[in-house]
């Protein structure tokens, strides 16, 4: 979504009238109306711009932390593996344990 806020503040601004002679509005009023339409105008273009920025900020946070959890999964993943490979090749903590049983049985004899 395209936000022309200048674009419409300096329409505003820009805008003239007819003057009219029997009836109508007095031009200053005018004006001065048209004066605080456009100093609100900038307060609320400034405050969404302060919140697309923080938005911004938000997206490159969440994008870096996506791509650290995936690094991290990646970790995991590979961590995992070895573990099933020490596994495999009879490294249980319970093979771990009885051997290491059986060494100090055979350094004490």
Sequence with gaps: MS????????????????PKIHAGYDPK?????????????????KLVD??????????????FLRKKNDDLEKVILAKEKQ????EEEGYTNVAILKRLDKLEKNNKN
């Design 83 to 86: 573990i099933q490979e020490y």
């Design 29 to 45: 009023d005018v004006d001065s109306y048209f004066d605080e339409v456009i100093e609100y105008l900038k307060e609320v273009k």
């Design 50 to 63: 302060e919140e697309l920025l923080s938005r911004k900020k938000i997206d490159e946070e969440i994008s």
């Design 3 to 18: 936000y022309n806020f200048d674009e419409k503040i300096q329409a505003i601004l820009n805008k003239k009238f007819e």
